[in-house]
């Protein structure tokens, strides 16, 4: 039975004969009826039983041997022997090998191992990076294997002096982005045209980019830009992904061009501003032959918001006091941190925006009639006035060591008080805004 087919049939001393012409392998396997199976000819030559007298052939005649005058002898071989040691030595296999492969069966399985840990997406906290957002990164951004190409998403701190690409790829290059931004999508009552680049390097999934070369204008405005980006000299970063792609190089360079939102607050929020600011724009667009008149909407807008803001300050207290004094220092806690995020940080905005909006009016045709009454100081009292109460209230509660139901129930009278004066005085101004802007069409 060869691998070429099945020859025969041959009596056993040709097939003795080819053995020992090398012909055959000691290993072949022979078949003949009354066999179950096939077996090698080394096992049927190795039980060959005795043969007996009757059987026993006539001696042949002796081999020519060499003598001492120069003759040639064939030396005696005893074939079973022959057979025997060339099976042992196939048979046996020495400890050390098997030792060694053990070892290398057990490399290659740690070593698999070690790749699959490696199956995870993770980037470092950059300085100017938020924990919150650090783990809307993590949290948006999965492993998508070794061999991942270059798709980048973006992402702002919130004073858009750092900017991070970011890719699940696995490469390493020199990235230059520009930016341009798009035509009433930045979030400005002006009409502004912004253009600049930068450039950095990717590394461990993120390139940063923090200097930038501004073309048009001379500061990054949030809102939407149309990105030019180009990557090259790309190679795969880091050692896991160099025995993962250890005979697929990546692209050497990759460029792209999309629109990206530089905004520290994410695209869903952006949206929801620029839709304000566009209709305030309209509003603007439409009411442009009598500024004065726009000037009274916002004024009054202010007012509004400020009222606003004091009915959920003043139901945020309401809510905290109402619970009692069960796990009173916990909640006090979680409540201030709640206040600051959300309405401390508020006010401050407000303020700021309502200083920047009078600093645009000081060149207009309105200047004359703002100086007659200062709107700007009446505004910025209001909000702090807000403030102010609202940190004094929660001192209040801070200085409370263990307070109980009755003693936090003895407050909320307080706070209704406190913040109905504040609304009425917020009102009354309102008010007065409405009646000065009767008088001056």
Not at 12 to 23: A, F, I, Q, T
Not at 36 to 43: H, K
Not at 86 to 94: I, L, T
Not at 164 to 174: H, M
Request: net charge negative; hydrophobic share 40%; charged share 30%.
């Amino acid at each position: 039975m060869l691998p070429t087919g099945h020859e025969g049939p041959y009596s056993l001393e040709v097939l003795e004969k080819r053995l020992v012409d090398r012909k055959l392998p000691p290993s072949v396997q022979v078949w003949r009826e009354g066999l179950p199976i096939a077996i090698s000819l080394m096992d049927i030559l190795s039980n060959i039983s005795e043969p007996s007298d009757e059987d026993v052939p006539p001696p042949l005649p002796p081999l020519p041997t060499t003598n001492e005058e120069g003759d040639h002898e064939m030396p005696e071989i005893d074939l079973l022997d022959e057979y025997e040691r060339q099976a042992k030595s196939r048979k046996s296999f020495p400890i050390p090998v098997i030792v060694g492969v053990f070892v290398i069966l057990i490399f290659i399985f740690g070593f698999f191992q070690w790749m699959k840990d490696k199956e995870v997406f993770e980037i470092r906290r950059y300085p100017k990076m938020t924990l919150e957002m650090h783990k809307k990164i993590q949290t948006e951004l999965k492993f998508e294997g070794f061999d991942k190409k270059i798709f980048f998403r973006e992402f702002a701190s919130t004073d858009l002096a750092h900017l991070w690409l970011v890719t699940t790829g696995f490469q390493s290059c020199d990235v230059e982005a520009v930016f341009r931004s798009v035509k009433d999508r930045l979030l400005t009552m002006t009409d502004e045209d912004v253009e600049m680049v930068s450039r950095g390097k990717l590394s461990d999934h993120v390139a940063e980019l923090n200097i930038f070369e501004f073309r048009k204008g001379a500061k990054i405005i949030p809102g939407m830009y149309e990105m030019d980006v180009k990557a090259s000299r790309c190679e795969w970063g880091g050692v896991t992904p160099r025995l993962r792609n250890l005979f697929s190089p990546p692209e050497e360079s990759y460029s792209a061009t999309t629109r990206v939102v530089l905004y520290s607050r994410g695209p869903e929020e952006f949206q929801e501003v620029l839709a304000q600011i566009l209709k305030k724009k309209e509003e603007i667009k439409n009411q442009a032959q009598n500024q004065k008149a726009l000037f009274w909407d916002d004024l009054q807008m202010k007012f509004q918001t400020l009222h606003a803001i004091a009915m959920q300050i003043e139901q945020h207290f309401l809510d905290f006091l109402d619970k009692g004094s069960r796990e009173f220092k916990p909640r006090l806690i979680v409540m201030t941190a709640q206040y600051t995020k959300k309405y401390g940080q508020a006010l401050t905005e407000f303020v700021v925006d309502n200083e920047g909006y009078f600093a645009g009016l000081q060149n207009s045709e309105l200047r004359p009639f703002l100086l007659e009454k200062d709107y700007e100081e009446v505004v910025r009292a209001s909000s702090k006035s807000l403030g102010l109460e609202s940190m004094k209230f929660i001192e209040t509660l801070q200085t409370m060591k263990k307070p109980n139901d009755k003693e936090i129930k003895a407050l909320r009278p307080q706070v209704l008080k406190s913040f109905e004066q504040l609304k009425a005085k917020i009102n009354t101004l309102l008010i007065g805004v409405t009646e000065d802007r009767s008088k001056s069409q």
